[in-house]
């Protein structure tokens, strides 16, 4: 089974400042790995898939890529409702997600 | 547009069987699998498993295998999850979401099972 680790567990960002975060597969998953974004009290929402492509209605400030075992998103210049938490997950054969990486306000 | 709406709140004790629902709009799951997605208190996403509606065919994570079944009504566009015997650590919200990845996601269903 694919286990899914994202570090950091916890970044703190200021308004409008960019901030990276990291997902590793523990065997390669090709390139089949999406990005969710959870608001707090909301149901998850897809923001990247197949590793690197926007899903409907995402901004272009959100941008992943990797491919095999690592994989980043980067969100340039943060807004208000980009303070969340964001998930990794492999749709290789299973659907597993990530921990989390959660996003807060410096 | 795609929707897919879940069932509501249910409050439960230990050792009940319960079924909770899943259904998209019209059209909505052909060709997709439906996979269900629990959240307890504070934590993270944990994928359970996933329902091909089209031929009820199921993937179960590990984790959840033997625990809880998936099945689907492909006439009426629904999805189902069910437990047999509850226990108190199945308290969770519960989401269903369509694709592969997940691009669809229902509202969520808050199960609460306590004595």
């Known amino acids: 089974e694919i286990v899914m680790t994202q570090s950091p567990a916890t970044v703190s960002v200021s308004l409008g400042e960019g901030v990276t975060l990291s997902c590793r597969a523990s065997q390669s998953v090709r390139s089949d790995l999406a990005w969710y974004q959870q608001r707090p009290g909301q149901a998850p929402r897809l923001l990247i898939f197949?590793?690197?492509t926007r899903a409907t209605g995402i901004p272009a400030r959100f941008s992943g890529s990797g491919s095999g075992t690592d994989f980043t998103l980067t969100i340039s210049s943060l807004q208000s409702e980009d303070f969340a938490v964001y998930y990794c997950q492999h749709y290789l054969n299973l659907w597993t997600f990530g921990p989390g990486t959660r996003v807060e306000i410096k | 547009d795609v929707q897919l709406v879940q069932s509501g709140a249910e409050v439960k004790k230990p050792g009940e069987s319960l079924k909770i629902s899943c259904q998209g709009s019209?059209?909505?799951?052909?060709?997709?699998?439906v996979g269900w997605v629990r959240q307890l208190p504070g934590k993270g996403l944990e994928w359970m498993g996933v329902v091909y509606p089209d031929d009820s065919d199921t993937i179960y994570s590990p984790s959840f295998q033997g625990q809880v079944t998936l099945s689907a009504d492909k006439s009426t566009n629904t999805a189902y999850l069910q437990w047999s015997r509850l226990k108190a650590s199945d308290s969770a919200m519960y989401y269903c979401?369509?694709?592969?990845?997940?691009?669809?996601w229902g509202q969520g269903t808050l199960v609460t099972v306590s004595s």
């Open positions: 019209e059209n909505s799951f052909r060709g997709h699998w």
């Open positions: 979401a369509r694709g592969r990845p997940f691009d669809y």
């Open positions: 197949d590793a690197s």
